[in-house]
């Protein structure tokens, strides 16, 4: 906290809030705060802002991301947002591949939102879920359950379900 506190600049305040990010330390929740507070009018760092979290190795990192979107700065209508939190979150292999599957659940439902305001950027958080022949048998049957509500989702665009229905593909 004491090098958080007293960088003198973005990176090294974002280096240090990493570390306290993924700790247990009674300073973790004042040096979010704060990070916030000094660059909430900043996109570009409040995206890092986000990141950290999302990166998070610590046990409750699949309820700290749900809690984020829904933050007031978030907002599915901003593609850098959207991957500065969703996209993040599932590059998390530890928290995105919680054996309840709720990251699988939660990507999917980021994606079935986001395919009806930017199906391109909707798309792109696929991958992570058309891993699914990579990991133990639990884990691959609820990435192909959440595929699967996926692609039945009325209306769906094609850029989607075709990223879908290639992941699902044999």
């Known amino acids: 906290f004491r090098q958080f506190a007293s960088a003198d600049n973005v990176a090294d305040r974002q280096g240090a809030l990493g570390v306290l990010a ?3 330390a009674p300073e973790r929740a004042q ?3 704060a990070f916030y507070e000094r ?3 900043n996109a570009l760092v409040l995206d890092k802002w986000f990141t950290t979290q999302a ?3 610590r046990a409750d990192t699949v309820d700290a991301v749900e809690t984020l979107s829904a933050h007031p ?3 599915l209508a901003n593609p850098n947002r959207v991957r500065s939190l969703v996209g993040a979150f599932a590059l998390n292999q ?3 591949n919680d054996k309840s599957g709720r990251g699988y659940r939660f990507l999917a ?3 079935i939102a986001l395919d009806r305001l930017n199906p391109q950027t909707a798309a792109k958080l696929v991958p992570p879920l058309g891993r699914w022949r990579r990991f133990d048998e639990a884990r691959a049957r609820l990435m192909k359950a959440e595929l699967s509500r996926i692609v039945e989702t009325p209306g769906l665009s094609r850029d989607v379900f075709e990223q879908v ?3 699902l593909a044999s």
Request: charged share 35%; glycine share 4%; net charge neutral.
């Open 22 to 24: 993924n700790g247990d």
């Open 109 to 111: 439902d980021k994606v």
């Open 55 to 57: 990166f998070s190795t």
């Open 165 to 167: 229905s290639k992941s």
């Open 73 to 75: 700065d978030f907002t």
């Open 31 to 33: 040096a979010l705060a």
């Open 39 to 41: 660059y909430r009018d």
């Open 94 to 96: 530890r928290a995105f």
